[in-house]
């Protein structure tokens, strides 16, 4: 995957793998995002790990990125994040299709997430994406007020889905 196919009257928005030098303005899109952000040591140890993540760049300034775990015919979206200032304009969905293509293209047969409940526009994007709530985990997350719960999603991947995918 190279780029991803740009909606009508968007510029393209190139996707490729993250790196290491990219932490920096990988970070400064978290903490700006994120009211309780990863590390850069929690980026490193994924890339570092092996697992698949991107960065999705436009004129080359990144303003989104993913990470994603696969195993044993499963796929974990870890971490899917668009800059606060270029949200709301398609691509976060565009990065998570392409999240999902990833997966598949590895051989994972479904994918699974967890979101904060007090995220309803992440959650309503997960719902539209296919993505079902099978799951809570509680007290998963910090919040300003102690713990709050995780919603866990999950989509199956099946062989014909490809074809009623949507265009990245």
Do not use: K
């Not at 799951?135 to 709050?148: L, S």
């Amino acid at each position: 995957m190279s780029a991803l196919a740009s909606d009508a009257g968007q510029a393209r928005a190139a996707l490729r793998p993250m790196r290491e030098d990219d932490l920096d303005t990988v970070m400064r899109i978290e903490v700006r995002a994120y009211p309780f952000p990863w590390t850069a040591g929690i980026f490193r140890d994924c890339l570092r790990a092996g697992y698949p993540a991107w960065v999705l760049a436009q004129d080359g300034r990144i303003f989104g990125y993913g990470v994603l775990s696969i195993a044993a015919g499963e796929a974990h979206v870890l971490n899917v994040c668009i800059d606060p200032d270029d949200q709301g304009q398609g691509h976060g969905r565009r990065l998570l299709r392409a999240l999902v293509h990833a997966a598949r293209g590895q051989g994972a047969q479904r994918v699974f997430l967890e979101v904060r409940p007090s995220n309803p526009g992440a959650i309503a994007l997960y719902h539209d994406e296919g993505f079902n709530e099978i799951g809570r985990r509680p007290r998963y997350y910090p919040a300003r007020d102690g713990r709050e719960d995780a919603i866990v999603m999950a989509r199956e991947l099946v062989a014909d889905d490809i074809s009623r995918m949507p265009p990245l």
